[in-house]
């Protein structure tokens, strides 16, 4: 947490703009084209629809998400994606930053799977600090699939967040943050099969949890704090490929700082090593799930974080973002916030943050709100051409 010698130069958030498509294709119909039980994208993954970038471009949305903050004081852009299809040209902020917003600033777009937003968000703080000046960072991605499971997970969507000293809306101890990295293969999009990732499914899940894990713990360590921390926290925040992954990872967190249990570290790295072992450790965290004081602890302090993620779909590394939007429209001044984000390959961060009081309220409800729904044929139409101009360079 933020200590009394941070505030002489606190850094954070003063301002977000967020920005999804309008148009999106619904879990039932997602089910129903991939067959799939529509219990298991509900109820098992927590999804309800799928933002798709239909007849629009990241450019636009960033363009969009960017114009409703204060930016016209800004030379620092820091951009956090994955969608670009450029090897070398840092186009997708190049084209919103230039021929968008009119401007001449040299962007700069950093690359680590969804992990990159926190990273730029730890690299403008410190802009911030050292050049005493502010900072946007725009963290913009949309996702697509080939396989089923993966595919019904899709989203877009682009959140851009004024970084600067003296925050109107959120602290950050960018300083004592917890990190953990560990070389796993759990997604990649190599030249062969882009723009679709490939993706280890059984992986993916022990991949997640163990670098959010480990990070928590470096982070605990870094701050001396042995004891549980989680009860102290109002708000955490995670990055969200679907909510049931932080359902999970939550259930993890809580459960060791409860019982400290070896076997549970015995299963977790069994289930990296062999991944189809995964059931056997998720057989702990189901029954702490079912646990009424771990219930009521999720329902607090992570559930109001997930209230719009089921609408928009996995946004890579927007999803943390749009969950800290919705704490930032419910939270209270000198309210504290866990923010961990992950980042396939694998990585985690994991850092502190306080409220410093300003009400904040989006669009993004409302945005929701005013979205139209996409036919299987249309969706299989913006599919298939953004494929064809990935591959031929836009």
Request: aromatic letters at 12%; charged letters at 25%; proline letters at 4%.
């Amino acid at each position: 947490m933020l200590n009394s010698s941070q505030k002489e130069d606190s850094v954070g958030i003063s301002d977000v703009g967020v920005s999804i498509p309008q148009f999106f294709i619904g879990a039932e119909k997602m089910a129903e084209k991939s067959q799939l039980p529509l219990e298991y994208v509900n109820g098992g993954l927590g999804l309800v629809q799928a933002r798709i970038p239909y007849k629009v471009s990241l450019q636009d949305l960033i363009i969009e998400a960017v114009q409703k903050i204060d930016y016209k004081d800004v030379e620092r852009f820091i951009i956090a994606t994955e969608s670009d299809y450029d090897f070398s040209k840092a186009t997708i902020a190049i084209k919103a930053i230039n021929k968008g917003l009119k401007l001449t600033f040299v962007p700069f777009q950093l690359k680590f799977a969804c992990l990159a937003g926190i990273q730029a968000i730890l690299l403008a703080a410190e802009y911030a600090i050292a050049q005493q000046k502010p900072a946007v960072v725009i963290v913009v991605d949309r996702s697509i699939y080939k396989d089923k499971k993966a595919e019904v997970t899709q989203g877009s969507g682009v959140v851009a967040l004024r970084i600067e000293r003296n925050p109107k809306l959120l602290a950050l101890d960018f300083r004592n943050y917890g990190q953990y990295l560990e070389d796993i293969d759990d997604f990649k999009v190599p030249l062969n099969s882009a723009p679709f990732p490939k993706v280890d499914g059984p992986l993916t899940k022990p991949s997640y949890i163990k670098c959010v894990f480990n990070s928590f713990e470096d982070y605990k360590k870094k701050n001396h704090q042995s004891g549980p921390v989680l009860e102290k926290v109002n708000y955490i925040v995670m990055h969200t490929p679907f909510p049931k992954m932080v359902v999970w990872a939550s259930a993890v967190l809580w459960r060791y700082e409860k019982y400290k249990e070896k076997e549970f570290k015995n299963l977790l790295e069994k289930s990296i090593e062999h991944p189809n072992s995964f059931s056997e450790f998720k057989k702990l965290f189901d029954e702490t799930r079912a646990s009424p004081d771990f219930q009521r602890f999720f329902q607090q302090k992570v559930e109001p974080g997930l209230r719009y993620n089921s609408y928009i779909g996995n946004c890579y590394n927007a999803s943390i973002f749009i969950s800290l939007l919705s704490i930032l429209e419910q939270i209270k001044k000198d309210q504290n916030i866990f923010l961990i984000g992950y980042g396939s390959g694998a990585g985690a961060l994991t850092l502190s943050a306080k409220a410093v009081g300003q009400h904040f309220q989006s669009d993004l409800s409302q945005q929701i709100k005013n979205g139209k729904e996409l036919t299987v044929d249309q969706y299989r139409d913006w599919k298939s051409h953004l494929v064809t101009k990935l591959r031929n360079g836009y």
